[in-house]
Each structure stands twice: as C-alpha cells, then as structure tokens.
C-alpha cells in the first residue's frame, strides 16, 4: 500500500538553513546538506527546501546548494521559493532537485503551471497554496501570505489540477504556528475534490495532529518545520504512532 | 567496471550518476553508441512524457542499439516504460524488450501515484538482501501490467509489474537512486549481475 509521507521543510537563505535548527548530534546546524542527511537517516520521506534568498546571486548559491544535496542525501526532495519561469525549474532539475514548489508566479501567471507541466511532466511540478479562512470563506494568499487574492482555496485548487500540477501542498496560514493541529476540514475537502496527492501543512504541534490530519484530514502528506528542528517529535517515534493507529507508513 | 548512463536529454539523470558515485562508481553520462556498446552495464534512465522521450530516442537513433544490447541494461522509470511494447501515454510504441504493455491508473486513485510503496514476489538477484514488502520511492501516472517477465509486484488501484526483466534486461518502476538504503542495494546488485 502507498504509504503515508512525512516531510520536514527547510528554509534557506544564500544556501543555508534559516530560522531556528536545534539539532543534536549536529556540529553546524546552519547545513542544509548535514540536515537533510540526519532526515534522510532518521526516516523522514521527502524533503522540502524554501528559498527565501532574495537576490540572484544568492540564487546561484541555493543551486549549488541543491547539487550537493542531490550528490549526498538518497531520499528525494523539493525546491520552492522565487521560481518563475522554465529555465529556473530547468536549472533546478539538472542540479539533481526532485520536484520544485511555485507559489505567487503561478497566480500572477496560472499558465506558467500548464507550461512547466508539458515541459518537465507534471509528476515533478508542486502547487503551493497559503489560504486563510475569512468569514468563512477560504482566501489565497501570495507572497510569503502576505497578499490576499480574489481566489478562493477550492476553485485555485481545481484549476491549478486542470492545468497539470502533480501534487498540491496546502497551508492554512490560520493554523500554521499555532501547534493546534491542521485544518483537517479544508484538508479533506481538498482531498474529496481532487485527483492529485495533497500535502498538509502548517499546525502541527503533537503525534495526534499528525494522525488526525492523515485519518480525517485525508492528506497523502504531512509537512511540518520546528516540530521536526526542534526534536520535538522524533521522526521515528512519529512513524510508529502513525503505524499504531492503522495509518500506513515506511518503517 | 565502466558503467553508462544513457543521455538522451530524457530525465534527472543527475540523481543517478550520484546514487552510483555515493557507492564509489563513476558512471559515464553519455550518448555515444560506442560508449553504450563497450559498457559493462548500462542504464537507461527516463523521467518525463513518454512520446517525447521515444522521439528524442530515435533522433539519436538509440531506439535502434538498446535493444540489442547484450550486457546488462537496467531500465529506470520511464526508461522501463520505453522498453515495453507499448504505451498509452501519448499512443506510443516502444522498444518492445519486455512483451507488455502500459496503461495509466484510473482515476479511482490519486494520479500520479508519488511516494514510497512496497514490492513484493520478488524473483530476480537485482533483489537480493531485500526483503519482501520493502519500501521504493515510487512517482507515475501508468504501469506495466502483470506479465511473466513481472519480477517484483506492486499494489496500487492493482497489482502491477513494478519490475520486468527479459534476459539481460532489467526494468524498475520505481526510483532506486532515491529509495533510501534498500534502493543502493539493489543498485549495487545490479553492478554485480
């Protein structure tokens, strides 16, 4: 059976990992190809890296970044953050990242998922979605969240599907840091309409988010950062809670 | 050992080349037919759409030499797609090594199937050391059906073929160069066959 995945996300800024890493064992924490070998040991499924850098030259240093984990760690991973265009996906992929992530480029210009789909295949192109629940009504957000759009979460969900993303990573900026949980409601509605694996992100604080957001949330995937930096919740351990209550995962 | 990677534009070959380096072997990238003839193995990567890749295989007139390799030839991906008869995505023929053909999940399931699921009745020596029910890195939109050159079994919306070998020639659905350590293993054992 397909298994359940759990992905610890990066942030990076000139090719090293920003916002508190806490790691043990670890002498430079600051290494995001160190850290994505201690995730790949520890079990985690996938990686995801977020490029917060802000200028081009950094953005050379992030794809010498991607080559380096590319030669070193054996599980695959995603790059996200500032992609744009076919040829910052092309250098990407050649630098060896398994799937890229687009976020606002892709609603300031929907078509550019049609045409990095036809490109690369769609298996390796992410959908990232921040959206937050106003009045009811869930509303997109770009840039980092920081924008409110006129999309709602489900119809931007629908269309980026029918444009040929692989997969969806949903963030609901109303859980995200609060440590209470994901929006499991959202999640599963997502997950009922869609035909595309869904990633769960942004809540997680405990092992019973995690089963809640695979068992009611519907997710093919859960994301999660300080939990993970932290040592909060240990990889391992998580795996086999998941697997206690009949969720299946790779031990 | 001189060991090939077939570059024939098809794919993140990169990944691969690395998997190989992390267990000491220096893989050549190439699409030289002398260079792919004089290997001792040889692997035939492929990522990507199916009719796009078969054309860009035939533009190098690789369509021709790969399947009358006589060395060992492991198919990855879509590498082993190519080498069925056919497939579905983009109605294209293949390379016809493997006497099956290829169809895409319905939509009863999650498409592309991306993740990490298990193998299982497990018959060749690419396998061995692995054990039955191990993880792969599994992301694919179409299958090989059951067949009897099926060597190792999947189970998603059906049991499938998620590896094929006739003669010489291996073929993996899923990613070793991204399965973790069961995934080396079996790289390794394919230096070794």
């Known amino acids: 059976m397909l298994a359940k995945r759990i992905i610890p996300c990066l942030d ?24 994505a070998k201690q995730y790949a040991l520890a079990g985690a499924d996938e ?34 953050g500032g992609i744009s265009s076919i040829a910052d996906v092309d250098a990407l992929l050649k630098c060896g990242a398994d799937k890229i992530s687009i976020n606002s480029s892709a609603i300031q210009r929907p078509e550019l998922i ?31 969240g920081t924008i409110p759009t ?30 209470n949980g994901f929006a499991n409601d959202a999640l599963a509605k997502l997950s009922a309409s869609l035909n595309i694996p869904i990633i769960a992100s942004g809540g997680a604080g405990t ?40 969720i299946e995962v790779r031990l | 050992m001189k060991l090939v990677i077939i570059d024939y534009g098809a794919g993140n070959i990169k990944s691969i080349q690395f998997a190989f380096k992390r267990l000491g072997i220096d893989a050549m990238l190439t699409n030289n037919p002398e260079e792919i003839l004089n290997a001792d193995k040889v692997i035939f990567p492929g990522v990507g759409e199916a009719s796009n890749a078969m054309m860009m295989l035939k533009e190098s007139q690789l369509d021709k030499l790969i399947p009358k390799l006589k060395q060992p030839v492991l198919g990855i991906c879509l590498g082993m797609q190519l080498l069925c008869k056919h497939t579905e995505e983009g109605d294209t023929s293949g390379l016809g090594v493997f006497n099956v053909n290829i169809k895409r999940f319905s939509n009863k399931v999650k498409v592309p199937q991306m993740g990490w699921n298990t193998i299982r009745d497990l018959k060749s020596d ?21 067949c009897k050159e099926t060597i190792a079994t999947t189970n998603y919306e059906t049991n499938y073929a998620s590896a ?25 054992n394919f230096l070794t066959l």
Request: with cysteine; glycine share 8%; proline share 2%.
């Open chain 1, 114 to 144: 049609n045409e990095l789909s036809n490109k690369f295949g769609n298996q390796c192109i992410v959908v990232a979605i921040d959206a937050k629940q106003i009045e009811g009504k869930w509303i997109v957000h770009m840039a980092g």
């Open chain 1, 12 to 35: 990076i800024k000139n090719g090293r990992t920003v916002k508190g890493v806490n790691f043990v064992n670890l002498i430079d924490a600051g290494n995001p190809v160190e850290l």
């Open chain 1, 150 to 179: 006129k999309l709602k979460l489900f119809d931007w969900a629908k269309e980026v599907e029918q444009r040929g993303a692989g997969e969806i990573l949903f963030t609901s900026m109303n859980n995200d840091g609060t440590k």
């Open chain 2, 126 to 146: 690419l396998f061995s050391g692995i054990k039955n029910n191990e993880y792969m890195y599994l992301v694919h939109s179409y299958y090989a059906e059951q």
């Open chain 2, 164 to 188: 094929l070998q006739h003669e010489n020639f291996y073929g993996v659905q899923f990613h070793p160069e991204k399965s973790s350590i069961a995934g080396e293993k079996i790289l390794k």
């Open chain 1, 207 to 246: 092992i019973q988010h995690f089963v809640e957001t695979f068992a009611l949330g519907k997710a093919d995937a859960a994301l999660a950062a300080s939990v993970f930096h932290f040592g909060e919740i240990p990889i391992s351990e998580l795996k086999k809670e998941l697997r206690n209550n009949n």
């Open chain 1, 47 to 80: 990686l995801v890296f977020l490029d917060i850098s802000a200028t081009l030259e950094n953005r050379s240093t992030t794809l010498n970044m991607v080559l380096h984990v590319a030669e070193q760690v054996n599980i695959p991973f995603t790059v996200g």
